[in-house]
């Protein structure tokens, strides 16, 4: 960041002083594009739903409140009083909005019956010189009596070049409610609120203010995000719950463990069933806004059978509604030995819509040993079990084990293991 020198007895320039102005801009918009990017970012610019007669000439209108919009620009398009004009170079400039703004939309709702139409509002970075005056300059023939404007000219010269933020409205086409489109972003600007406008309607109300799906606000201050992934939540009892997003929350990491499968039964001696496959696994990082509630969902594991199949594992997954964020699907169950073993086993689950997304691990096939039997292992996780003798096939191991097959008459084959839901913040 440069600093200009000045020394004791110097004769300050103009230059001076508006370079001191320069370069602290251009200080204020390196730090902004170190932390935002060259992007266009809205801060704060809330809207509120205004009484009908607030606004003259407009029933429906809105407020929008105070806050900032960074736009990257040239660091000067014109001259900025004796300093030339500046397009070699672009920095993230910052417009405020202080105060609020009172926006108008119509004054009349649609009149037809079951019609609705959508009102954009969008706003854009805007750097003008204003203040425009008549100043003082020096006469050197006559220094107590000045001039009045160069040349004592008396033409008036703007005094400020301000960045601010400006507003516009935008009127869609009026349609059935539910099929109304939202008009296009006028050139220059970004979209902020879609504001929609209902037959019978007298005025706006909070209801009717959506954010723009575009639109560039920033998410949260530095001082309301939580640095970093380092709590997390474990959910391990199988069913359906749910994760309110903490303050200061916008981006959480997931992983899902699908359900084991369970083994294969068996009632014939000197057979075994076969294993159930593991449960998939996948990681994600997942965009979230503090406030909301998301679906866990922790699959359960299957339950082996004496005289059939084991069942299968159940599915794990984090939605947004009925939308899936994050999912692994359970293992399937292995298969029962009529006599001789088997020759299929359970189909590991699989990992979706992550950065990583994995398959369980594969499961064993039971095998026959005259009078001995050998259970086939269940995938990623589930235990073997022993040869010889009635025995049950072993549990698989959470999260998303494989049980493994029974062998040597009326033996089950074990469970799958549950699987599991985390999520850091």
């Keep these: ?12 320039l103009a230059e001076n002083m508006l370079d001191s102005f320069k370069d602290a801009m251009v200080g204020i918009g390196a730090n902004s594009e170190a932390m935002l990017g060259q992007g266009t970012t809205a801060y704060g610019l809330a809207c509120t739903a205004l009484a009908s007669g607030v606004v003259s000439g407009s029933a429906f209108a809105v407020q929008i409140g105070r806050g900032f919009m960074f736009s990257y620009q040239e660091t000067d398009p014109n001259a900025y009083g004796v300093l030339g004009a500046d397009t ?21 709702a649609p009149a037809t019956t079951g019609y609705s139409v959508n009102y954009l509002v969008s706003a854009a970075f805007q750097e003008a010189d204003t203040g425009s005056t008549v100043l003082p300059y020096v006469n050197a023939a006559n220094p107590a009596s000045p001039y009045a404007g160069p040349s004592n000219s008396g033409v008036s010269q703007n005094t400020l070049r301000a960045q601010t933020v400006v507003f516009q409205v935008t009127a869609g086409t009026a349609a059935a409610t539910g099929t109304q489109t939202t008009p296009a972003t006028p050139s220059g600007y970004v979209p902020l609120y879609v504001v929609t406008v209902t037959n019978a309607q007298t005025a706006v109300a909070g209801g009717n203010i959506a954010i723009a799906p575009a639109a560039p606000f920033l998410r949260g201050n530095m001082t309301q995000m939580v640095p970093g992934f380092g709590t997390p939540v474990q959910f391990t009892s199988t069913g359906t719950q749910s994760f309110l997003v903490p303050p200061g929350v916008y981006m959480i990491r997931g992983e899902v463990w699908g359900g084991g499968g369970a083994g294969g039964g068996d009632t ?40 059939g199949n084991g069942a299968g594992g159940g599915t794990s997954s984090i939605k947004r509604g009925s939308t ?10 292995g298969y029962y030995s009529g006599g001789g073993g088997t020759t299929s086993t359970g189909t590991p689950g699989v990992g979706t819509l992550g950065a990583i997304n994995r398959s369980g691990g594969g499961a064993g096939n039971g095998q026959a040993y005259g009078t001995s039997a050998l259970g086939g292992f269940g995938g990623s996780g589930g235990n073997g079990n022993g040869q010889g003798g009635p025995s049950n096939g072993a549990a698989g191991q959470a999260p998303g084990g494989g049980g493994a097959g029974g062998i040597n008459d009326i033996s089950p084959g074990g469970n799958g293991g549950a699987g599991e839901v985390d999520i850091w913040y």
Excluded: F
């Design 324 to 333: 899936v964020l994050l999912q692994a699907t359970g293992g399937t169950g």
């Design 268 to 307: 014939v001696a000197g057979a075994g069933g076969s294993g159930g496959g593991g449960g998939g696994y996948a990681l994600g990082m997942i965009p979230v806004t503090p406030g909301e509630t998301l679906t866990v969902v922790v699959g359960a594991g299957g339950a082996g059978s004496q005289t």
């Design 1 to 12: 960041m440069n600093r200009d020198l000045i020394y004791p007895g110097q004769i300050a």
């Design 88 to 108: 070699a170079t672009n920095i993230l400039k910052t417009g405020i909005n202080l105060g609020t703004t009172n926006l108008g939309l119509t004054n009349a």
